[in-house]
């Protein structure tokens, strides 16, 4: 474990709470204005950082938005059965909220596991980033994942999405791409970031799989914590 993830988290036992993020199967729905979940009253909530959401020792500091909006940072890996269905739920909050926060994607990146980084940046860099959404989708399926994660298939994927499969590869060897995984890397440390899906909030309060299964719960939660940080910033 890095240094970083100790300080970040103070005496918070990660092997405590390791067991409540179990990658758990979701129950994934459709979404919809229409089909807006329940919120209970702020007066009702009861919710408690260590069961519900974690806090950090140290937030992560960065300058306020000019339009003081606050960022949501989802985190993210291919291999991950539950990512799809955390990004739902987030997508849906953040149409819920477009006045209150800013929703912003980051593929998880270490030293030994680059693959989420790379072929995230580069379908970005081909203008093709609505393709990510689908590759998260697909690889929710562990052996989908193996099959992908090999460079041969991950190519043949990219051209049955109808991109230059020449173009791709290109791309995803190309110095900005590894710039950005560089970049990817040392953000996977700065939030320290063990698990995924692993959400911030506001740079000082987390979310993980333990919380991000099911959509009025979830809902509920970043409610509350979003309300939670405007309060504190008002103080």
């Not at 007066?43 to 500091?61: A, H, I, M, Q």
Request: hydrophobic share 40%.
């Amino acid at each position: 474990m890095s240094k970083i993830i100790k300080w970040r988290w103070g005496n918070l036992a990660l092997f405590g709470i390791a067991t409540q993020f179990a990658f758990a199967e979701t129950n994934p729905k459709d979404f919809s204005v229409q089909n807006q979940p329940h919120l209970p009253s702020a007066n009702t909530l009861g919710f408690e950082d260590g069961r519900d959401y974690f806090s950090y020792k140290e937030p992560v500091v960065h300058p306020l938005r000019a339009d003081k909006k606050i960022r949501i940072q989802f985190f993210f890996d291919y291999d991950c059965r539950v990512c799809s269905s955390a990004q739902d739920i987030l997508e849906f909050y953040s149409q819920m909220r477009p006045d209150k926060i800013v929703l912003e994607q980051y593929p998880v990146a270490t030293i030994e596991n680059q693959f989420s980084a790379k072929v995230f940046y580069t379908l970005k860099a081909l203008k093709a980033g609505e393709l990510s959404d689908a590759l998260l989708f697909e690889t929710a399926e562990k052996s989908r994942y193996v099959e992908l994660a090999s460079p041969a298939k991950m190519l043949k994927w990219a051209e049955q999405q109808g991109l230059d499969k020449q173009i791709f590869a290109k791309t995803e060897n190309s110095s900005d791409i590894k710039e950005k995984i560089k970049d990817s890397i040392e953000l996977t440390e700065e939030y320290g970031v063990f698990t995924y899906p692993y959400v911030v909030i506001g740079g000082k309060y987390v979310l993980t799989a333990s919380t991000l299964y099911n959509d009025d719960y979830s809902v509920a939660v970043l409610d509350y914590l979003v309300n939670k940080l405007e309060k504190e910033r008002e103080k």
